[in-house]
């Protein structure tokens, strides 16, 4: 059994779980694919046997907030 949290950090991702929408298989060897988040909050699907990114899956629909940070005049 392969260790996905292991193979999603090289890929630079954070395991989320097995693939629930779109392709579950990978293309190239059939194996289950997982669903990873990157540090953009762009959630990945991933193929743990191939170590490979797939494709993007889910993209944030609104940046993260701009943070203001208040001053003393």
């Not at 953009?40 to 940046?63: A, D, M």
Request: glycine letters at 8%; proline letters at 7%; charged letters at 30%.
């Amino acid at each position: 059994m392969a260790n996905f949290k292991r193979i999603a950090r090289k890929l630079e991702l954070e395991d989320e779980g097995e693939a629930a929408i779109g392709d579950k298989v990978c293309p190239d060897c059939n194996a289950g694919l997982r669903f990873g988040r990157d540090g953009q909050g762009y959630t990945w699907s991933y193929c743990p046997e191939c170590k490979k990114k797939i494709q993007s899956v889910l993209i944030p629909r609104f940046p993260p907030a701009i943070k203001v940070l208040s001053h003393s005049d």
